[in-house]
């Protein structure tokens, strides 16, 4: 099947074409085709499945359809509800893309960032406003932006907006939109919550099952079991060693995310972190950054694990495994996106093996873990990891900064700082 198969207008076709999609994903086959009818819709799709596409391309195929001279053509009528920032970015820039050749007009809306362009860009007349919760909000109650107009609600990652908080939100926003519209709910996990959810919102809707595999079916998974304590020089060794230039890393936890930014840091590789205790300024330097190819690894909190759409990332890793397996299936959906081929990198030590049970259970698969030479269980540790164990305090007294450059533990006595630049600092692109 093609997307000419799915009716959508020339101009669509002709962005989907310059855009580089060819073949409807499963998601899109099932959902757009509902859209167009006018159903309501509760999806199960995660993240790499192509659901942007899904409910935004028939969504945009009704409203270009509207003559140009109504006024309706330039009224706020798509609502597209997200839980993130960077969701809510990288939706809209989407819909900019699919758009391109039509005169309709979106905006992102959302918090950490000045209402005052927002509120500009609405005021110069919106077909889809994508929002954040609390800034659809701040618009609502502080600046009087009207949503009686909205006849189509998207309320996307669903499960993630539950977990946030927003249900209260959700059911305040349906009131405010027109009596006659349509709602489309989109979700990784089909829970209690997220059905009662979708019974207070929804009026006999479909129900489509994308599979949680779908996610990973192009991405190969590995792991390597290791001590925790040598994550970080493990980690930076496989970066040395295969030259790999772009590199998503994901933590559990922001304080691990920070430290191994400065190990890295140390061994010569250029990274940057994202997490929430960054501003959006920051992390939308971070991950600009990352995108061009200046910077070789980006360390990230589950924050990143949805929404963001980075094209053609080659590999994810997992530094430490997650407490929730959907998480596990959430960052490695950032690689192996539209049809290419990507890698999973778990670094597991013992203590996550419980983690790592879960996980394959929910991917419905091993995961197999090999051992790389000189990591093995009972290797003798680098020196300073042993004198840290001991008496960390007098560790740093006594010899200063670790030589991160010197895998065998010696330090800079007189400095405590590398004796020269990091191993992979100079590594060829």
Excluded at 52 to 76: G, H, K, R, W
Excluded at 210 to 228: E, F, I, P, R
């Amino acid at each position: 099947m093609s997307f000419l198969s799915l009716g959508l207008k020339p101009e669509i076709q002709q962005a989907l074409a310059e855009i580089g999609y060819v073949t409807p994903t499963p998601v899109q086959m099932a959902v757009i085709p509902l859209i167009q009818a006018g159903k309501d819709v509760l999806a199960n799709a995660e993240t790499g499945t192509g659901k942007t596409a899904a409910f935004a391309l028939p969504l945009i195929e009704m409203l270009s359809n509207v003559d140009v001279n109504n006024i309706e053509n330039s009224q706020l009528s798509v609502l597209i509800m997200t839980p993130t920032r960077e969701l809510a970015i990288q939706i809209e820039q989407n819909i900019v893309q699919y758009c391109q050749h039509l005169t309709l007009k979106s905006v992102a809306v959302y918090g950490g960032a000045s209402i005052r362009p927002q509120l500009g860009a609405i005021s110069q007349g919106v077909s889809i406003l994508v929002a954040t919760p609390g800034r659809l909000f701040d618009l609502v109650g502080q600046h009087d932006l009207q949503l009686d107009t909205v006849k189509y609600l998207v309320i996307d990652e669903a499960d993630r907006m539950l977990d946030l908080g927003f249900v209260k939100d959700i059911e305040k926003v349906k009131r405010l939109i027109s009596r006659n519209h349509q709602t489309m709910m989109f979700s990784a996990t089909f829970s209690d919550e997220i059905k009662l959810l979708a019974d207070k919102m929804l009026i006999e809707p479909e129900y489509v099952n994308v599979a949680m595999a779908t996610t990973a079916t192009t991405v190969s998974q590995l792991g390597y079991q290791v001590d925790k304590r040598r994550k970080a020089e493990l980690l930076s060794e496989l970066i040395g060693k295969h030259n790999w230039q772009q590199v998503m890393v994901f933590t559990s936890r922001k304080e691990t995310a920070d430290h191994l930014q400065k190990e890295l840091s140390l061994d010569g590789i250029k990274s940057a972190v994202f997490h929430g205790d960054k501003s959006q300024g920051a992390r939308n330097k971070a991950l600009e950054e990352f995108k061009s190819g200046k910077l070789r690894v980006l360390v990230a909190t589950d924050l990143a694990a949805r929404g963001l759409d980075i094209q053609a990332l080659p590999r994810v890793i997992n530094f430490e495994l997650p407490e929730e397996p959907e998480d596990y299936v959430h960052r490695i959906g950032r690689t192996g996106r539209a049809g290419l081929s990507g890698e999973a990198i778990s670094l597991v030590s013992p203590q996550e093996h419980e983690f790592l049970a879960a996980i394959e259970e929910v991917i419905e698969q091993k995961l197999h873990l090999s051992v790389v030479a000189g990591y093995e269980q009972g290797a003798p540790l680098p020196a300073r990891y042993r004198e840290q164990d001991i008496e960390p305090a007098k560790a740093v007294k006594k010899h200063g900064r670790p030589n991160r450059n010197n895998r065998s533990g010696q330090f800079d006595k007189d400095s405590g700082k590398p004796q020269r630049k990091g191993k992979y600092s100079k590594a060829k692109k």
